[in-house]
């Protein structure tokens, strides 16, 4: 069975910064695609990034390019998202995904998901 657990959300002020990790466990990373969507109250939850089996497969939203980061470490099944200059607007439960295609386009299916976190920026 295979599990994903965010960490690392929390409350911060606009131009904060927060590391979000996911956890990945019950298979390995392996060919896949690794990403991390957000969800506010109210709203439907939107694309942030995700970043493929393949080195140079990364994709980051217009709202978040240039402040946020995606990586992984295959070796630690973990996978991670940098925010950096947050903004209110940020606000949202941060949730993690992983599909075994080794590339999904930004409103393709993933196969599991995460619980979420919570960030949550001041405004």
């Known amino acids: 069975q295979v599990h994903l657990a965010e960490s690392g959300g929390g409350l911060v002020q606009p131009g904060g910064s927060l590391r979000l990790s996911c956890v990945v466990s019950g298979r390995p990373f392996g060919v896949a695609t690794l990403g991390w969507f957000r969800q506010a109250p109210g709203k439907d939850r939107e694309f942030v990034a995700a970043?493929?089996?393949?080195?140079?497969?990364?994709d980051y939203s217009d709202s978040v390019k240039g402040r946020f980061t995606i990586s992984r470490d295959d070796a630690k099944n973990t996978i991670y998202l940098q925010s950096n200059n947050l903004k209110p607007e940020d606000t949202a439960v941060y949730y993690c995904?992983?599909?075994?295609?080794?590339?999904?386009?930004?409103?393709?299916?993933?196969?599991?998901w995460g619980q979420g976190t919570q960030v949550t920026v001041s405004s």
């Open positions: 970043i493929g089996w393949t080195a140079g497969l990364i």
């Open positions: 995904a992983s599909d075994p295609r080794s590339w999904v386009e930004r409103h393709g299916q993933y196969a599991y």
